[in-house]
């Protein structure tokens, strides 16, 4: 009996393990707000692949920038690392804090491309 279960066990592991790289940014529909202590709003919309294919984003460095210097670099791409670990929720020395520079990455890039959503609602919906 307790072999019978193992397997049961094991083959539940097995399922999950095949499970979880589905649940990368192919499947993101929303920009996590877990980081922020407590949220005020829900989690802004964003079809992660689906939204940059219509706006046509394909160099990930546009939004997943990397460092240099102390300034943000786009040529240096860091896709899959969380912003806040270079914006921290509460801010530090010279970096903007993290609910900012979503807003001025966002929501600068509607305004700038005069097409995307500028208001709470459209994306805290
Ligand atoms: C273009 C999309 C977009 C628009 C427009 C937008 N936000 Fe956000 N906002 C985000 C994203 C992305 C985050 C980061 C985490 C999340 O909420 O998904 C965020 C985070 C926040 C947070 C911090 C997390 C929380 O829930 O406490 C607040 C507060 C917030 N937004 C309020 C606003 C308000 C108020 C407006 C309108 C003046 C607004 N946002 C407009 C995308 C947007
Ligand atoms: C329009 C902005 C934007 C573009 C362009 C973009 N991403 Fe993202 N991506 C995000 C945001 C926002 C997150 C969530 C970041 C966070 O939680 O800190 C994210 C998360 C991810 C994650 C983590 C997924 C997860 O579920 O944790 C991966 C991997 C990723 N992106 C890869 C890419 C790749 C590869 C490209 C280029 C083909 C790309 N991204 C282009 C905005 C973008
Ligand atoms: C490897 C570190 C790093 C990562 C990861 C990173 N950034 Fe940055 N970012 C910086 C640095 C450094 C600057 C310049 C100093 C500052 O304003 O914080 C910057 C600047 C910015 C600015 C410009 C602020 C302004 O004043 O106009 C925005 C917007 C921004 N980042 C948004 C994001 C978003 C959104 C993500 C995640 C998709 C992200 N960053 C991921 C390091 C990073
Ligand atoms: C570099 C430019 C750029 C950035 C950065 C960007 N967007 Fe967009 N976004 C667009 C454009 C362009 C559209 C309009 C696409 C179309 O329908 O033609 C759009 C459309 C949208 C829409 C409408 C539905 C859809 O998927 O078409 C939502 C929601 C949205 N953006 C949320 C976000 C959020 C949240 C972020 C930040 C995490 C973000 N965007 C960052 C350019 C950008």
């Given at each position: 009996?307790?072999?019978?279960?193992?397997f049961a066990v094991a083959?539940?592991?097995?399922?999950?393990?095949?499970?979880?790289?589905?649940?990368s940014q192919d499947e993101?529909?929303?920009?996590?707000?877990?980081?922020f202590p407590s949220p005020?709003?829900?989690?802004?919309?964003?079809?992660?692949?689906?939204?940059?294919?219509?706006?046509?984003?394909?160099?990930?460095?546009?939004?997943?920038?990397?460092?240099?210097?102390?300034?943000?670099?786009?040529?240096?791409?860091?896709?899959?690392?969380?912003?806040?670990?270079?914006?921290?929720?509460?801010?530090?020395?010279?970096?903007?804090?993290?609910?900012?520079?979503?807003?001025?990455?966002?929501?600068?890039?509607?305004?700038?491309?005069?097409?995307?959503?500028?208001?709470?609602?459209?994306?805290?919906?």
């Open positions: 009996m307790q072999h019978m279960r193992f083959a539940l592991l097995a399922g999950l393990a095949w499970a979880l790289p589905a649940l993101m529909e929303r920009v996590p707000n877990t980081v005020q709003r829900s989690e802004a919309t964003f079809k992660h692949d689906e939204h940059n294919d219509k706006a046509g984003l394909f160099e990930c460095g546009v939004c997943h920038h990397g460092e240099t210097d102390g300034k943000a670099d786009p040529t240096f791409e860091t896709p899959g690392q969380p912003c806040v670990e270079c914006h921290p929720v509460e801010g530090a020395p010279g970096r903007t804090p993290l609910m900012r520079a979503y807003h001025r990455q966002c929501v600068g890039c509607h305004h700038d491309a005069g097409n995307g959503p500028l208001t709470c609602g459209e994306c805290h919906n």
